[in-house]
């Protein structure tokens, strides 16, 4: 059986994750910062909880090293961070999202990648977003580690490309999770207000595309930005 780790799994698209990938027969770890969340959610879907500091490349290492091989990475844990124009923007704040969003995925993929190319295969989706591509005004910090994590991907995925190793990334618009509680309600708004089909995404959804990405289906795919945003992509 194969395994899948899934970070920042304990709630929302992680969670929706992890519970899909169950579903289609691979073993799964939820891997999250809230170690309680962690364990209620993999009791739940009888998975295995395992709690990391992403921001952190020890802690990284060392749910590397407890999850043994792992054949799909999933960097899915992320934090919105404060709504601020630039000139107002913390500088403590603005180093904290980019060390979890960008620094978080680095590590993951750098603590995985050993393993998989010893064994010639592995499955990388990076979970980034629309305001990686358009950039949300009032999200400085965010936006610009979505991109970091988009040109991250790029690059992984051309260096492995011919070792058995496919990295794609999911951009999502606005999806139904908790991470809306942290923005403005005038920051979702006009998120959503740019969406054409004029609703937000669900966890589920995302969570599909990711389950192609993570399969042996998809061979021919990779350093590719998958849009997952109810028409709002435009490039």
Known sequence: MKTALITGAARGIGKAIAARLLKDGFSVIVADLDEAAARETAAALRAVPICVDVADPESVRAMVEKSGPVDVLVNNAGIAGKAASIAEYPEEEWRRVLAVNLDGVFYCCKAVLPGMLERGSGRIVNIASIAGKEGNPYMPAYSAAKAGVIGLTKSLAKEVATKGILVNC???????????????????????????????????????????????????????????????ATY
């Open 170 to 232: 999911v951009a999502p618009a606005v999806i139904h999770t908790e991470i809306l509680d942290q923005l403005t309600e005038e920051a979702v708004n006009y998120m959503v207000a740019k969406i054409p089909m004029g609703r937000v995404g669900q966890p589920e959804e995302v969570a599909a595309l990711v389950a192609w990405l993570a399969s042996e289906h998809c061979s021919f795919s990779t350093g590719a930005v998958f849009d997952i945003s109810g028409g709002r």
